[in-house]
């Protein structure tokens, strides 16, 4: 593999919850190969476990588990979660069974408990909640204009659970209860998922050059806000709301291209070099992508990978599957070619102990320390030698933290901070 041509290499998707393990470790395994637009099979999405660690976007979407049901507010009873898993139905039940706990705390247990801290107002986001001590707690969704003065929040504090819109933060009253009697807490096991909104951090080589180039998805506008080598910028629109961005050399040109896949439809749409569409039919919904050159072919290859199982699914040049088990539940997907062989190699990034578990041509394991609880991967040849690098977004400033071969830092401010 060429040096310009060292790409990707992460699709940064996750609404998973990041949980600590350890990598398993097998021999890819080749399947009998599937028609090029065939879909494979489908897979259970993938859930946080009971009192582990768990995105906000997957607390948002167990919130709106109950919405809708017109159940009664009852402090006495019960009602389970999509798992089957039983919380109380009231407002400190509704909380509990959306972080998914292990069981219903009340008011003053949620502000106790060892796992919440407070934070400031200005810093709420996504899952986080509002917490009277001893009489009520509702569940942040959004702020509803960039001034953060209104915002949206769940409650069951009355029959049934509500979704509650344009609230403003300095009301006299928030669903019922004094503003002055609220704290803004936040649950220490809540994480950043790629899909909670905002700009989705990629990489690869855009103009050919040396070294791979940084970028984002935003999903908001369907652009691809891509950095090149001189620091300029290159606005792409190539995709919708609800794609997950993928790049790689999909033409096997001098430059590296973008992609989406499209979970609803289990499809790829990659752009080629002369802005034409092609479109591949492999992954279904709850599939994390991946892209990178998987046989040592002239071009590269799509992938996805299934958090349900722990497994990848190649996509070859001739259209064959190959299975490669490694990560688990939580992790997050990248490629690269970490070892500097014919072909490229995959590997997750594991939020939970901000670890990179990269698996060699061999099979073995390589782990880098890099990043932390909330940042999301990227991987490309950053400094233009050697096998590639890799290296985190962090949403909350707006920094990619890139890993050159000596294993310094370089810094570079690109995309909006959520």
């Given at each position: ?6 790409v ?10 990041a ?19 065939t ?6 999405v ?32 019960s ?52 917490n ?37 933060i300095?009301a ?99 752009r ?22 998987w ?24 259209g ?12 997050i ?30 099979g ?6 890099w ?13 233009g030698?050697g096998?590639d690098?890799?290296?985190i ?26």
């Amino acid at each position: 593999m060429s040096m310009k041509r060292s790409v990707v290499r992460s699709a940064a998707a996750l609404a998973v919850a990041a949980l600590a393990g350890t990598a398993a470790v097998a021999t890819p395994a080749q399947a009998a190969a599937p028609a090029m637009t065939t879909t494979l099979a489908a897979a259970t999405v993938s859930s946080s476990t009971t009192g582990g660690t768990i995105t906000r976007n997957e607390i948002i979407e167990r919130a709106k588990y109950w919405l809708g049901k017109n159940l009664t507010y009852n402090q006495g009873g019960s009602y389970p979660d999509s798992d089957g898993k039983y919380y109380r139905t009231d407002c400190s039940g509704y909380v509990s069974m959306a972080w998914h706990l292990t069981s219903s705390l009340n008011t003053v247990g949620i502000a106790d408990s060892a796992d919440t801290y407070e934070i400031s107002r200005s810093q709420l986001k996504a899952g986080d909640v509002l917490n009277s001590y001893y009489d009520h707690v509702i569940l942040f969704d959004k702020w509803d204009d960039a001034a953060h003065t209104t915002f949206s929040y769940y409650s069951f504090g009355s029959t049934p659970v509500k979704h509650i819109t344009g609230m403003s933060i300095n009301a006299s009253t928030i669903d019922g209860h004094p503003n002055g009697d609220y704290k803004a807490l936040r649950y220490s096991k809540a994480v950043d998922g790629v899909t909670d909104g905002g700009d989705m951090p990629v990489a690869a080589n855009w103009d050919g050059g040396a070294a791979g180039n940084v970028g984002v998805f935003r999903p908001s506008t369907g652009e691809f806000h891509l950095r090149f080598d001189d620091g300029s910028l290159t606005k792409l629109s190539w995709g919708t709301q609800g794609d997950l961005p993928v790049a790689a050399n999909w033409d096997g040109g001098a430059a590296d291209n973008v992609g989406v896949f499209r979970p609803s439809t289990g499809e790829f749409h990659l752009r080629f070099d002369d802005g034409s569409l092609h479109k591949l039919d492999w992954g279904t919904q709850g599939d994390l992508p991946v892209a990178a050159n998987w046989d040592g072919g002239a071009a590269d290859n799509i992938g996805i990978w299934r958090p349900s199982t722990g497994e990848f699914h190649l996509r070859f040049d001739d259209g064959s599957l190959h299975k490669i088990s490694w990560g688990t539940q939580g992790d997050i997907p990248v490629a690269g070619n970490w070892d500097g062989g014919a072909a490229d190699n995959v590997g997750v990034f594991r939020p939970s102990t901000g670890e990179f578990h990269l698996r060699m041509d061999d099979g073995s394991l390589t782990k880098v320390y890099w990043g932390t609880q909330g940042d999301l991967p990227v991987s490309a040849n950053w400094d233009g030698s050697g096998p590639d690098n890799v290296g985190i977004w962090r949403p909350s400033t707006g920094e990619f933290h890139l890993r050159f071969d000596d294993g310094s830092l370089t810094k570079l401010f690109w995309g909006q901070p959520r």
